[in-house]
């Protein structure tokens, strides 16, 4: 069994969190670690603000999980202010939108993986297994290199041996 992968939610859905939270149960090396309610919270925490100073109370996460469409604001402008920060997380965007050009904007503002609502759960199923391997890939990365780069997304579906289906 591998390493924990410890998960920031930023994400300002109730409903949307509980159902995450539920299927994130199952697999238990990812760990969330914070859920934020819109995008002043996601860079307060990523940049260590204010209460958010303290990385033991409020470890650095392997993975961001974020919605694009919250108050104050939104994950577009999170991605915006993540750009060309070193050592950034992974991102995977949970959005309700299904347009093409916020998927397009969202990868060109580095998003690593997007995925529309609502789940069906065998979807989000899926898309939790593709987190984890998400995760497998960035370590692996960073041992190799020691550094945290962008991953390519090619073969992130092919099932790997010691990745539960």
């Known amino acids: 069994m591998?390493?924990?992968?410890k998960i920031v939610l930023v994400d300002d859905s109730d409903d949307d969190v509980v159902m995450f939270k539920r299927y994130l149960a199952r697999h238990p090396r990812l760990q969330l670690i914070w859920r934020g309610e819109d995008g002043n919270q996601a860079i307060e925490y990523l940049s260590a603000s204010g209460r958010f100073a303290d990385r033991n109370q409020y470890p650095w996460p392997d993975l961001l999980v974020l919605d694009l469409k919250m108050p104050n604001r939104d994950g577009f402008e999170v991605l915006q202010w993540m750009q060309g920060k070193p050592n950034m997380p992974l991102v995977v965007v949970l959005s309700s939108s299904d347009l093409p050009e916020d998927k397009l904007r969202a990868a060109q503002l580095g998003a690593t993986m997007y995925q529309p609502k609502p789940?069906?759960?065998?979807m989000l199923d899926h898309v939790i297994r593709r987190v984890l391997r998400l995760c497998d890939r960035k370590r692996q990365s960073q041992q190799i290199t020691g550094i945290s780069a962008p991953l390519p997304l090619q073969d992130l579906d092919q099932a790997r041996p010691d990745v539960p289906e």
């Open 2 to 5: 591998g390493e924990l992968c």
């Open 119 to 122: 789940f069906e759960p065998e």
